[in-house]
């Protein structure tokens, strides 16, 4: 027994109404993923180039322009920070490394008393977290008169 085949696939003309649908319901879920607030202090890190990292156990201090201290996820005091640095130095059983991860506006003096803190809490060794930068530098060109 023979079937006709009478399907005609796409001979009519395409209609542009779903895909303009589609559309403006995907530009309406970014447009609101924008707008969703995201928890957590924004840090701001220097940009620099081959900066020098270490193999051993660290722990992180991340330091906000308002100069407050953040040790695992949470706030804490400078003496907080110092006896919580100082239980970390005993429980390691390697020398630790202490990674500040310092906003680009903080002082040098509040980066040279947070080492301060960290030396006295048991710390050997304590690095600057920096960020890679993005796109290379274009070559510097000669002045040419």
């Known amino acids: 027994m023979r079937f006709h085949r009478n399907i005609k696939m796409l001979r009519g003309q395409l209609d542009a ?3 303009v649908m589609v559309f ?3 530009l309406i879920f970014v447009l609101l993923g924008t707008l969703t607030y995201t928890p957590g202090v924004h840090v701001r890190l220097p940009v620099a180039e ?3 990292g270490t193999e051993g156990p660290t722990v992180s201090v991340a330091v906000d322009p308002q100069d407050r201290l953040f040790f695992e996820n949470q706030l804490v005091t400078e003496p907080e920070l110092s006896a919580r640095l100082a239980e970390a130095v005993r ?3 390697e020398p630790l490394t ?3 991860h310092a906003d680009r506006e903080v002082t040098y003096e509040t980066l040279v008393h947070l080492t301060q803190v960290a030396r ?4 050997r060794e304590v690095l600057l977290a920096t960020m ?3 796109f290379p530098q274009p070559p510097a060109t000669p002045f040419l008169p």
């Open 91 to 93: 429980a390691a059983p």
């Open 17 to 19: 109404g779903p895909f």
């Open 120 to 123: 006295e809490a048991g710390v």
């Open 50 to 52: 081959a900066m020098p």
């Open 132 to 134: 890679p930068r993005l």
């Open 24 to 26: 403006f319901l995907v």
């Open 98 to 100: 202490l990674t500040v």
